[in-house]
């Protein structure tokens, strides 16, 4: 039933592996291919820098209507992209061009800027200037290519450094906060940290940041354990119109129950968004299950869910959708694509219009 992208040439073959990350014997099944489409880009008329004929001069302003998102003429839209890295680990990949052939070529219409905050000794903490420089190369490349950006705080442990997001937050608002392309995400990842005891208040505070220099771009809140326990938010939404909550899942690890927790809080009117997932365990590696990939888009169609794939680099992981050494600046044929790669730019070719 999933729509495959024409001029591919497949090898198929079955690779019974098993997940490192369960206890379960199950084994998982997965798909293995050689993709040898070389991507075309876009008639340079079809340039989406003009705003007339962009992504975003077409939807413009999004807001959140029930649990869906709309656009300026109350249509829905749902968004599909990619995540880039970890920009402390991989910003060779945070480049205009990189943008642009994700437009063109990929048929993105929305990126997202994943700023490493506090890992390590190259993170935002120790060189923001450097970082933060990184997180705007994408916003500007985004802003010329028509789509809209995601702004994430990549962290795990964002509540130890409210003063700092909340200084970055009022910063990229006032800059940006005029142009519709933008979507803030305060905090990636949450570990085991009360909803309604830590991560609500921290999110209300970040807000308050935004709402001063903007009124109305669309912001996405983290929530318990790695982003997954929506269901909490039921009954303690944060008051603010434009607010949905994020859901993440890597799709040999997380299934139907995290599905059915997810259709709890949609079905009592919480809106999601799906900063980031993976086809692969939640290890960023380990094994590929394309049924569950498959059922997880489906699932998102079904409830108009928009999402980033993580991730945009070239990591030796399942996760990750370019093969060593592809190139910092686009033009990635097929075969320069991980198997992840494929599958999402096909799902996202398959998908979207713009």
């Known amino acids: 039933m999933r729509r495959q992208a024409i001029n591919l040439t497949l090898v198929c073959f079955l690779a019974v592996t098993f997940s490192c990350s369960s206890s379960s014997d199950e084994p998982v099944v997965q798909d293995a291919f050689v993709a040898n489409e070389t991507p075309k880009e876009e008639d340079s008329t079809n340039d989406s820098t003009s705003s007339s004929v962009s992504f975003v001069g077409t939807h413009g302003q999004l807001r959140i209507e029930g649990t869906k998102i709309v656009d300026k003429n109350g249509a829905q839209v749902q968004l599909r992209g990619v995540s880039f890295f970890w920009s402390q680990w991989a910003g060779e990949y945070y480049t205009s061009e990189t943008v642009q052939w994700l437009k063109e070529d990929w048929n993105c219409t929305v990126v997202r800027a994943a700023m490493g905050v506090d890992e390590g000794a190259d993170a935002y903490l120790t060189n923001t200037v450097r970082e933060k420089q990184k997180v705007f190369t994408i916003i500007d490349a985004a802003i010329a290519a028509g789509i809209y950006v995601i702004v994430d705080w990549h962290s795990h442990h964002a509540e130890d450094y409210l003063t700092e997001a909340k200084a970055f937050f009022d910063e990229v608002s006032k800059k940006y906060g005029?142009?519709?392309?933008?979507?803030?995400?305060?905090?990636?990842?949450?570990?085991?940290?009360?909803?309604?005891?830590?991560?609500?208040?921290?999110?209300?505070?970040?807000?308050?940041?935004?709402?001063?220099?903007?009124?109305?771009?669309?912001?996405?809140?983290?929530?318990?354990?790695?982003?997954?326990?929506?269901?909490?938010?039921?009954?303690n939404k944060i008051d603010d119109p434009n607010v949905a909550y994020t859901l993440h899942y890597y799709a040999a690890t997380h299934k139907q129950e995290l599905r059915a927790i997810a259709q709890q809080a949609i079905d009592a009117g919480i809106p999601i968004f799906v900063t980031e997932y993976g086809v692969s365990e939640a290890s960023g590696d380990g094994s590929i299950d394309v049924a569950e990939a498959t059922t997880w888009w489906d699932f998102m169609d079904s409830n108009g869910i928009g999402w980033c794939n993580w991730s945009i680099v070239d990591k030796e992981e399942l996760s990750a959708a370019l093969k060593p050494g592809a190139s910092t600046t686009g033009g990635w044929t097929t075969e320069e694509l991980t198997q992840s790669g494929n599958m999402v730019r096909n799902e996202i070719k398959a998908n979207n219009t713009n």
């Open 178 to 235: 005029d142009t519709p392309n933008i979507i803030y995400e305060p905090y990636n990842e949450p570990l085991d940290v009360s909803w309604t005891g830590t991560l609500k208040a921290y999110h209300e505070d970040v807000l308050a940041s935004i709402r001063a220099n903007d009124p109305d771009n669309i912001v996405i809140c983290g929530t318990r354990t790695w982003s997954q326990r929506v269901d909490e938010v039921i009954g």
